[in-house]
């Protein structure tokens, strides 16, 4: 069910020409890694537009595709690029570092005992006063109504089913899971990078 909100509320590629982009700020640079991946899906990969340029002029990024925008210098005219890549690889690591943001990404940002996504705080599945420890496996997103019904005890005494087994997610499982977050607005040169099943705008 939740998936399926996320799909039929999913954001929509703007076309590149009908770009509303009416200021430099709004037009932020996709970052590929060498192998043409985002680097990030959530948050999604975005440079502002001075670092992309920054970073061009460094010899450190290939520009892919760009906006139909220009910047002006008194030497040069350079359109802002949309999507640029690294030219060399920036190896990922093989696990996520535990914090609260990748926790909630890690659970879809919905209380595992409820399904609801307001008031998330987290909870200790083992409560700690039982010898639970604060480890990927044992904690989860819980909302504060559930989190306080369940109390110090385990799910079994309290009578609450989990939706998922916490476990400890690899860097590539949360970039999956981050794959259902799209943000509001994409650029249409973006889409070729971006492997999210979302239409075109008219």
Known sequence: MFKAELIENAARFRSADNDPTRNLSACPALVLNADYTPLSYYPLSLWPWQTAIKAIF?????????????????SLDMKIPSVIALRQYVKQSEFPAFTRFNLFLRD??????????????FDHVI??????KTTWENIVAACAPCNARKGGRTPQQAHMHLYEKPI?????QLQQRGRLFPPNHLHETWRDYLY?????EE
């Open 58 to 74: 460094l010899d450190r990024v290939d520009v892919v595709a760009t906006y139909d925008r220009e910047v002006h210098a008194p």
């Open 168 to 172: 400890r997610p690899t860097s590539w």
């Open 196 to 200: 999210w099943d979302i239409e075109l």
């Open 127 to 132: 409560p700690r006063k039982l010898g639970g």
């Open 108 to 121: 879809s940002f919905q209380c595992q005992y409820c399904g609801g996504h307001d008031h998330l705080t």
